[in-house]
């Protein structure tokens, strides 16, 4: 848990995004805390770069530290948190025989029984 | 294989001494030995022991200095007998894994190889020694520290061993290319006067690096110039292997630069257990991975690749190596001589161009997924920009102007707290971004006015139209698919639209979004699309018509971002 009370809006958007990346990898509460502190440091450059093997604290420019990670999935090949986005890059599988297995989008969301013509 | 295994190659450094004073000597006056605490065999005992406590496997032990020949008759004897042993016992592992079994290697000026000759042969030591070309250069330049020649005693020394155990390499630089000509006789000598087998010599290229300014690398059409002119003087001759070979090897495939991040694999260990990537990051805390006394090995491994990763990382991968059909085979290079040079690709970029192309190693005949792979691997902050598109959907849009717009990157745009975002089709783009809203947000969706013209026999009956799905799935329809539950489709005419500027209509979302808040899901993002009514149509159209189509575009094609509502921090927790 982060264990400090977010008193704005801007903190309380850090904290979820925080929570949320605890969905894709196993973090202590110690790095989780650090991961908070550090994206609220400077709110328009730092973000944390995830992969599958590491995480990157990285300042806008360069990734300054890094620690291994373990992933909870293989759903994703990146995660980029910062202040403003939480971004996915979804696991791409490279396949023969045609088709595509991995767009971007989030999940099945076709819905074309709904033709509404005015 | 054994899959909880790894295996690595092993550059040891028993002494950092040396018996030569050669003067563009990289280590400088670092060739000295330190007083240590730690015997040089007990330090490669202990280290291989505790690496392979944590299934890390030396499978490649080479001796390098300093010089390993300044160490006494018994060290060296020992130490070459541990690894002979350490070879034998582990026989079956490295086959079984695919290994060949070596034999004890050394690197060496060969200036004292005498001296050891006789553990040299009990243990069939391979030596691996370094000449310069042309020989007149290495008495200028390779001496003693009395600055006495050295050439003479070496060429005497390498008649004392069989010409399948040594082989020795030429380091070029502009001070060498320059009388190629009797670079060129001189390996005519070596290869008719002494027992050294020509066809398996090589060639190094230099680079400016603590030369003490004597030497100065070739620029790269020098080195192809150099290439070039050995396979003109030695193609169809009797080193037309090596020439076609060994020469170059190190400028191919199979050297330690063909590894995405070769902290993965190369270690150099000191006397005193300390550990670096190789004898360019040797003494550079850029690549100084821990040491073997005092750090676990699985943060000296850590610390190996994630230094590889940040010294990759230093300056940007340059574009021609992102578009290069090469990359597979290259990696962009050493990273040490890139951040030297201060340049992003291998410094021998175009010899090894040419040398690919005279090898016949083909362009990657799909390089977008292998640079996925290595984005992925080395550079994960470029990842997202160079993803892998769904060609036979592109193909499709490409084949139907009237697809055009559906799928246009162009076309919308949302700010959300001061930031704009350009949206792209949800099933063309290879990334999630999603937006975290607080009731407070800024909220406003920018369309392109000519969007609403498209397609469209009565522009003014046409409407912008929004598509609000929760992150929520359930099954419906006839397929019974899990799909995002859909929340509403709201839809604003043309004339209704409030113009931003000569360009864009807007549209301020937040009272929309504020509408449904019950609706979003908490755990998943939910998702926001957009389009016209009279592009939607189309897409239907599109896909009643063509099953390929529909194949390829299951999913709603629209351009989207997703995002969370957040209401309060409790809930949120």
């Known amino acids: 848990m982060i264990n400090k009370a977010a008193k704005t809006y801007n903190e309380i958007i850090i904290k979820k995004k925080c929570y949320d990346l605890l969905k894709y990898i196993y973090l202590t509460d110690d790095e989780l805390n650090k991961i908070y502190d550090f994206l609220l440091k400077d709110k328009n450059n730092n973000k944390i770069i995830v992969t599958q093997n590491s995480l990157f604290y990285n300042d806008g420019k360069n990734n300054i530290l890094s620690l291994p990670i373990v992933p909870k999935n293989g759903s994703f090949d990146k995660l980029e948190v910062s202040c403003l986005i939480f971004t996915i890059v979804p696991h791409y599988e490279p396949h023969s025989g045609g088709g595509f297995s991995s767009g971007g989008g989030s999940s099945n969301n076709n819905n074309n029984n709904n033709n509404n013509n005015n | 294989m054994d899959q909880d295994l790894r295996f690595i190659h092993l550059l040891y450094v028993p002494t950092m001494a040396c018996n030569m004073a050669c003067k563009y000597c990289y280590l400088e006056d670092e060739t000295k030995d330190i007083k240590c605490n730690y015997k040089a065999l007990d330090t490669l005992k202990y280290a291989i022991d505790k690496f392979k406590s944590s299934n890390v496997i030396p499978f490649n032990i080479s001796l390098h200095g300093g010089e390993v020949t300044v160490l006494s008759k018994e060290e060296f004897h020992d130490i070459i007998e541990f690894i002979s042993n350490y070879y034998n016992s582990n026989k079956e592992l490295f086959i079984r894994n695919g290994f060949k079994v070596l034999k004890p290697h050394i690197k060496t000026n060969i200036l004292e190889l005498d001296k050891h000759i006789d553990t040299i042969r009990e243990f069939e030591v391979t030596v691996s020694g370094s000449l310069d070309l042309p020989l007149r250069l290495h008495n200028i330049y390779r001496v003693t520290k009395g600055g006495a020649k050295t050439l003479d005693r070496i060429l005497d020394n390498i008649k004392l061993i ?14 060498h290319f320059k009388y190629i000509d009797e670079i060129v006789d001189d390996i005519k000598y070596l290869d008719e006067n002494t027992k050294l087998d020509m066809n ?15 030497l100065h690398a070739l620029d790269e059409d020098e080195m192809v110039e150099f290439f070039d002119y050995m396979h003109k003087k030695f193609d169809g001759t009797n080193l ?62 850590r610390n190996a690749h994630n230094k590889i990763m940040i010294n990759h990382n230093k300056i940007p991968m340059s574009d021609e190596c992102l578009n290069c059909k090469y990359l597979y085979v290259c990696k962009t290079g050493c990273p040490f001589v890139k951040n030297t040079y201060m340049t992003n690709k291998s410094y021998t970029c175009k010899l090894q161009q ?48 009237n697809l055009k717009y559906i799928y246009d990157d162009n076309t919308f745009k949302v700010i959300c707290d001061g930031e704009e975002y350009p949206l792209e089709s949800q099933i063309l783009k290879n990334k999630r971004d999603i937006l975290y809203l607080t009731e407070e947000s800024e909220f406003v969706v920018k369309v392109r006015k000519s969007l609403l013209d498209e397609l ?105 971002i997703e995002f969370y509502l957040l209401e309060d921090v409790e809930n949120d927790q």
């Open chain 2, 240 to 301: 037309d292997k090596g020439v076609n070979g060994a020469w170059f090897n190190e400028f191919g495939p199979d050297y330690c630069t063909n590894c995405d991040n070769c902290g993965d694999k190369f270690f150099l260990l000191e006397k005193n257990g300390d550990i670096y990537s190789c004898v360019r990051g040797q003494k550079n805390k850029d690549y100084y991975y821990g040491n073997i006394y005092k750090d676990e090995v699985s943060d000296i491994l």
């Open chain 2, 200 to 214: 398996d010599f090589n060639f190094m290229i230099g680079f400016d690096y603590n030369s003490n300014g004597i």
């Open chain 2, 456 to 560: 469209s026999e009565y522009p003014e009956n046409n409407s912008l139209t929004i598509i609000l799905l929760s992150g929520d799935s359930i099954v419906y329809g006839d397929e019974g698919r899990l799909k995002q539950r859909h929340i509403m489709t709201h839809q604003i005419y043309k004339g209704s639209l409030s113009t931003l500027d000569d360009e864009y209509y807007s549209v301020d979302l937040m009272p929309l979004i504020k509408l449904y808040k019950k609706e979003y899901s908490k755990e998943f993002p939910n998702n926001i699309l957009f389009t016209t009514n009279d592009l939607r149509n189309y897409h239907y159209f599109k896909q009643k018509n063509n099953a390929y189509y529909h194949i390829n575009a299951i999913n709603l094609p629209f351009q989207n």
């Open chain 2, 162 to 175: 069989d010409n399948t155990h040594i082989k020795v390499s030429s380091t070029i630089f502009k001070e």
């Open chain 2, 354 to 401: 040419k040398l690919y192309e005279s090898r016949h190693i083909e362009e990657d005949p799909e390089p977008e997924i292998f640079r996925y792979h290595y984005l992925n691997v080395m550079h994960p902050d470029l990842l997202d920009k160079y993803g892998i598109k769904n060609k036979e959907l592109i193909d499709l849009i490409n084949k139907d102007a």
